[in-house]
């Protein structure tokens, strides 16, 4: 852990063992803080928090710009360690470092553009202004499907404010997290700034985060129950809260599109981190004209899918981070051939060739799914790709907008009208047109109904770390 400008070093009685999922091995011990940990980090931030306000938007900005140098130097040995740690493979998780490298840039060119505003009044002899002032103490939770880049999505912008932060990241990946705070440290932010306490067991330390006063602010990347939650206990202090949650993203191919080239987008991002992303594609509608063709492909490139631990040569999917995933995927794919579900290749654990050690899940394809199903209404978090024909454009936007979740939504069409009517109609925080990756840095990332509130990333994430003052002036 790392409070206070110190790292606390790990004994056999204070430490849990961070494992690989995809051979069960151990790569690393970790220090197994608490509560009374917590809260001495929640002091160490609270003392921080004045002098850090008060030094000027630039010292942040070099400080955030410094950090970005030097997590690029060592992408290697991040990424490195993210495979081992996480399991995704390593092409993948370089591409993580070079993202989470992005929102240190972003935001420390953001913290430059804190503008207020002046604002008439209707008095002569009266002027306003409002200033923009940081809101305290942050606590940060961060999930272990993405371990240092929603480190970086929830720090940077917290830290470019003028808040100071304590993170507890997840029990699966707190070496990635480490790794990033090693580097932010040697980047020169001062003591009690940023501040790490890891744990096997986050109930603890959650409780010191929603009922320590000092905490002025909670944001939070994981399941819809845990944010539900935290919203409760945050609002009995009135805690500002920012939660990115769940998803149950649909992806559309409407009758113009092409639906080979639809196909190969949906199984890049649905197999993507082995369907581990809160903005994975659950349920795929295809226009009936187009299904035959586009299930084809899509079960073709499925197929061709190698999977292997995360520094395997070749791999290109990875394991599922431990065995109730395993578990909850299995369970979604067999209610689903229960209930009338056609099942097209995978559908079941892989044990060959010394998959057995991991927690692996064949790439599966599923159609003529249903309202009826598990699936159809359940986030899978795996590597499952549901299809659901479908005929009639108003049909498909009722379908797609049928859910609780409201994070990300896809769909592949050459016709601009219906582009912008899909924009219109989709009840969705991201919406992909043609575009797998509709993700930046530069742009706000969230959702809304059970997918969370507020956003990361752009203008709009620092804003989530910020107060606003108005101040009246009489002339």
Known sequence: MY????WLQVTDSNSFWSTNPATGEPVAQVVDGDGAAAT?????????????????????????????????????????????????????????????????????????RNYGKTIPSARPDQRFITLQAPVGVVAAITPWNYPVSMITRKVAPAL???CTVV????EATPLCAVAMFEAMADAGIPKGVINLVTARDPGPIGEVFVTDPRVNKITFTGSTATGRYLAAAAARSMKRISLELGGHAPF???????????????????????????????????????????????????????AGGGLVEGASIGPLVNQAAVEKVDRQVKNALENGATLLCGGHRLTDNGLDKGHFYAPTVLTNIS????????????????????????DVYAMANDTNYGLAAYVYTQSLSSAFEAMEKLRFGIIGINDINPTSAAAPFGGINDSGIGREGGAEGLQEYLETKTVGISI
Request: hydrophobic content about 45%; proline content about 4%; some cysteine.
């Open 3 to 6: 409070i206070n400008g110190e």
């Open 40 to 112: 001495r980090a929640i002091d160490a931030a609270h003392g921080a928090f004045v002098s850090w306000s008060k030094t000027t938007a630039y010292d942040r900005a070099e400080l955030l710009l410094r950090a970005r140098d030097i997590v690029i130097e060592r992408m290697a040995d991040i990424a490195n360690l993210m495979s081992r740690e996480q399991g995704k493979p390593l092409r993948a998780a370089l591409n993580e470092v070079g993202y989470a490298a992005d929102f240190l840039r972003w935001y420390g060119e953001e913290a430059r």
């Open 160 to 162: 470019a404010a003028g």
């Open 167 to 170: 993170l507890k990241p997840a």
């Open 252 to 306: 559309i191919v409407l009758k113009d599109a092409d639906p080979v080239h639809a196909a190969k987008g949906a199984g890049l991002v649905k197999f993507l981190n082995t369907g581990q992303a809160c903005i994975s594609p659950n349920r795929m509608f295809v226009h009936q004209a187009l299904c035959e063709q586009f299930l084809q492909t899509l079960t073709d490139r499925s197929r061709r899918l190698i």
């Open 371 to 394: 309202p009826l199903m598990q699936i159809y209404r359940e986030e899978t978090f795996g590597p499952v790709a549901a299809v659901i024909p479908f005929s009639d454009s108003d």
